[in-house]
């Protein structure tokens, strides 16, 4: 059975900084694609950032020097350390892990991350 437990979120202002930590149990998560990714109200789910197996990364522009994802396979942890944080980055943040784009996602549960002004 298949676990992802994430962790800390919460509530920042502006310029401040939060670390998010998703845990999956039950994979073999060294084999894993993992990403995060989060949704805004009344918008779709977008990608903020992956990592590879081979620890190669991919962020997107509005994450790019700001945001640097990390995986410790030794503890199936996947981290997003989000430093600059602006007012437009408040959504719930999901983590997922995918063996390759064909194969089955496991998603973690969502955490609030509200940056206040």
């Known amino acids: 059975q298949v676990q992802v437990v994430e962790s800390g979120g919460g509530v920042v202002q502006t310029g401040g900084s939060l670390r998010l930590s998703c845990e999956f149990h039950?994979?073999?998560?060294?084999?894993?694609?993992m990403g995060w990714y989060r949704q805004a109200p009344g918008k779709q789910r977008e990608l903020v950032a992956e990592?590879?197996?081979?620890?190669?990364?991919n962020y997107k522009d509005f994450a790019e020097g700001r945001f640097t994802i990390s995986r410790d396979n030794a503890k199936n942890t996947v981290l997003l350390q989000m430093d600059s944080l602006k007012i437009e980055d408040s959504a719930v943040y999901y983590c997922?892990?995918?063996?390759?784009?064909?194969?089955?996602?496991?998603w973690g549960q969502g955490i609030q991350v509200t940056v206040s002004s």
């Open positions: 039950g994979i073999v998560f060294s084999a894993h694609i």
């Open positions: 997922k892990g995918q063996r390759h784009n064909f194969a089955r996602a496991w």
């Open positions: 990592i590879t197996a081979g620890g190669r990364t």
